[in-house]
């Protein structure tokens, strides 16, 4: 009974919680997304993630080795959901940020992303990373 | 609810999805134990734990125990050690799919559930080196015979599992409207077009109109799935609508080692009893031998014909009845694993044209 009990309720947290973590329900939508995403330098220049930084040190793909978020400047099928897709891509950008110790340029990352549910759309949402302390000393 | 708990039955058919399994949890952990050679670590990388409190599993201890869930799935595949592999295996599947958020997958999740049902079940009892090695040292072998209350668990898991996915799905206006695998198609549809599939049979995948009877179809095939499985009834039509609907996933969506696993996971629905059908063949039949090498599930008792008088190929049935001829054969073929799939919907066909004739109901099983 109790195993019937979780797992309902694990079902049920699904129609609320985007990822819907145990609540089989899958190929819920046929949702896409892209993102425009750059790091904010301390100088306010805005610098596309595609471009590798922290002297060749990081790309975008390599720090998330996500499928679901790889390439996000390409209108891609949201294949967790999008909001499964735009909350990992919030925690990924904040993981990117703090996991770059070769990086002295970044104050933080945005991301802005378009999004098209069931086809239904365009819609936007801007999502950005923590901010990273500045180093004292020479950049 | 004191019966159920009470209630014994034979793990044969769950020990055929032990060793699935085992060839299953392989391929599943295949990708990370690559990362793993490759001194990528999961915590090289993007990572979110489920619970920011939790004591964060070093990268090197997740390598190692890859290797360990491994190693324990070939063991329990081969049915050695086979509680404490199954076990074992169940807990790195579960650990690497905790570890991360990003791990989550339903298809994963599945997995780890049908592993932890088998870890409570003695399933090495039968069909497994544990037993073997057991006869080798003269010891009587220890029956096939299990409490099954862990066997009724996986069943209502794997049953709220389809109802879950079906029930979501009827409630969403997309997805029962076509939308949602309408759309899916048309943007999967590069390929199609390398295909032998001509032009006009991509225009009819792709046509809109199409999706409106075939998304409410497949939301009433799941649903039929989970609630068909539980009657004996409908247990061989859900059966067989559960393989085709798993292998239509395959072929449509990338779902890792999903298919196998639920297509394996159908064995839990296999009436827990061994040898209660009699299969009876002329003396010295080459069928003999193909049916013992294709009854996994251990349905038949294979005897040889009393007289020279009798029928051939006769069944005597869980009930007692005797069946001969086609509806023999039928019996039969819809109860080895293999031939299931494309026997069963012929004799579903014949039984609508011509129904049940047994030749006498005089015989009853033990």
Same mark, same amino acid.
């Given at each position: 009974?109790?195993?019937?009990?979780?797992?309902?309720?694990?079902?049920?947290?699904?129609?609320?919680?985007?990822?819907?973590?145990?609540?089989?329900?899958?190929?819920?939508?046929?949702?896409?997304?892209?993102?425009?995403?750059?790091?904010?330098?301390?100088?306010?220049?805005?610098?596309?993630?595609?471009?590798?930084?922290?002297?060749?040190?990081?790309?975008?793909?390599?720090?998330?080795?996500?499928?679901?978020?790889?390439?996000?400047?390409?209108?891609?099928h949201a294949y967790m959901g999008v909001g499964a897709t735009v909350d990992f891509l919030d925690d990924a950008l904040d993981w990117v940020a703090t996991h770059t110790?070769?990086?002295?340029?970044?104050?933080?990352?945005?991301?802005?992303?378009?999004?098209?549910?069931?086809?239904?759309?365009?819609?936007?949402?801007?999502?950005?990373?923590?901010?990273?302390?500045?180093?004292?000393?020479?950049? | 609810?004191?019966?159920?708990?009470?209630?014994?039955?034979?793990?044969?058919?769950?020990?055929?999805?032990?060793?699935?399994?085992?060839?299953?949890?392989?391929? #599943?952990?295949?990708?990370?134990?690559?990362?793993?050679?490759?001194?990528?670590?999961?915590?090289?990388?993007?990572?979110?734990?489920?619970?920011?409190?939790?004591?964060?599993?070093?990268? $090197?201890?997740?390598?190692?125990?890859?290797?360990?869930?491994?190693?324990?799935?070939?063991?329990?595949?081969?049915?050695?050690?086979?509680?404490?592999?199954?076990?074992?295996?169940?807990?790195?599947?579960?650990?690497?799919?905790?570890?991360?958020?990003?791990?989550?997958?339903?298809?994963?999740?599945?997995?780890?559930?049908?592993?932890? %049902?088998?870890?409570?079940?003695?399933?090495?009892?039968?069909?497994?080196?544990?037993?073997?090695?057991?006869?080798?040292?003269?010891?009587?072998?220890?029956?096939?015979?299990?409490?099954?209350?862990?066997?009724?668990?996986?069943?209502t898991q794997v049953s709220l599992v389809y109802l879950a996915s079906g029930i979501s799905k009827l409630v969403d206006p997309d997805w029962l409207g076509g939308i949602v695998l309408w759309d899916r198609v048309v943007r999967?549809?590069? #390929?199609?077009?390398?295909?032998?599939?001509?032009?006009?049979?991509?225009?009819?995948?792709?046509?809109?109109?199409?999706?409106?009877?075939?998304? !409410?179809?497949?939301?009433?095939?799941?649903?039929?799935?989970?609630?068909?499985?539980?009657?004996?009834?409908?247990?061989?039509?859900?059966?067989?609508?559960?393989?085709?609907?798993?292998?239509?996933?395959?072929?449509?969506?990338?779902? $890792?080692?999903?298919?196998?696993?639920?297509?394996?996971?159908?064995?839990?629905?296999?009436?827990?009893?061994?040898?209660?059908?009699?299969?009876?063949? !002329?003396?010295?039949? !080459?069928?003999?031998?193909?049916?013992?090498?294709?009854?996994?599930?251990?349905?038949?008792?294979?005897?040889? $014909?009393?007289?020279?008088?009798?029928?051939?190929?006769?069944?005597?049935?869980?009930?007692?009845?005797?069946?001969?001829?086609? $509806?023999?054969? %039928?019996?039969?073929?819809?109860?080895?694993?293999?031939?299931?799939?494309?026997?069963?919907?012929?004799?579903?066909?014949?039984?609508?044209?011509?129904?049940?004739?047994?030749?006498?109901?005089?015989?009853?099983?033990?």
């Open positions: 009974m109790a195993v019937v009990v979780v797992q309902v309720g694990f079902a049920l947290n699904g129609y609320r919680e985007p990822h819907k973590f145990f609540a089989f329900q899958p190929f819920n939508e046929s949702s896409t997304w892209s993102a425009e995403i750059v790091r904010v330098t301390w100088d306010d220049e805005r610098i596309p993630v595609e471009e590798r930084w922290g002297d060749g040190a990081y790309s975008w793909d390599t720090l998330v080795d996500m499928a679901a978020l790889r390439h996000p400047e390409r209108l891609r110790p070769a990086d002295h340029q970044t104050r933080y990352l945005e991301a802005d992303v378009t999004y098209y549910e069931n086809t239904r759309g365009p819609q936007h949402t801007t999502l950005r990373s923590v901010e990273r302390e500045r180093e004292r000393g020479p950049a | 609810m004191t019966s159920v708990f009470d209630r014994t039955g034979s793990v044969r058919a769950l020990a055929v999805l032990r060793m699935v399994l085992g060839a299953v949890t392989v391929v #599943h952990l295949a990708p990370f134990l690559r990362d793993a050679r490759n001194g990528i670590h999961y915590d090289d990388h993007f990572w979110e734990p489920y619970w920011s409190g939790i004591p964060k599993l070093p990268g $090197e201890v997740w390598a190692v125990l890859l290797w360990v869930g491994v190693a324990s799935a070939v063991l329990m595949a081969c049915g050695i050690l086979t509680r404490l592999t199954t076990s074992v295996t169940f807990l790195v599947v579960a650990g690497n799919l905790l570890v991360s958020q990003t791990h989550f997958r339903h298809n994963r999740t599945f997995l780890t559930i049908l592993l932890f %049902g088998l870890a409570l079940l003695p399933t090495g009892r039968v069909l497994s080196v544990d037993a073997w090695w057991r006869r080798l040292r003269g010891r009587p072998a220890l029956p096939d015979q299990a409490l099954l209350w862990p066997l009724y668990l996986l069943r999967y549809q590069y #390929h199609l077009e390398p295909t032998p599939l001509p032009d006009w049979g991509i225009d009819f995948l792709t046509w809109r109109p199409l999706y409106l009877l075939v998304a !409410p179809a497949a939301i009433a095939i799941e649903l039929f799935v989970g609630l068909g499985l539980w009657s004996a009834r409908t247990r061989l039509a859900a059966l067989w609508l559960g393989i085709v609907f798993h292998l239509s996933i395959e072929v449509s969506a990338s779902v $890792e080692v999903f298919s196998l696993a639920a297509i394996g996971a159908l064995a839990i629905w296999v009436t827990p009893s061994t040898r209660d059908r009699v299969l009876r063949l !002329p003396a010295g039949s !080459p069928v003999a031998v193909v049916v013992r090498a294709l009854d996994w599930f251990g349905r038949f008792r294979i005897e040889p $014909e009393p007289g020279p008088g009798d029928a051939g190929f006769t069944v005597v049935d869980r009930d007692g009845s005797v069946l001969s001829g086609r $509806e023999a054969v %039928g019996v039969v073929l819809t109860r080895l694993p293999l031939t299931f799939p494309f026997a069963a919907p012929v004799v579903a066909v014949g039984a609508l044209r011509a129904p049940r004739t047994p030749v006498a109901a005089a015989v009853r099983t033990p």
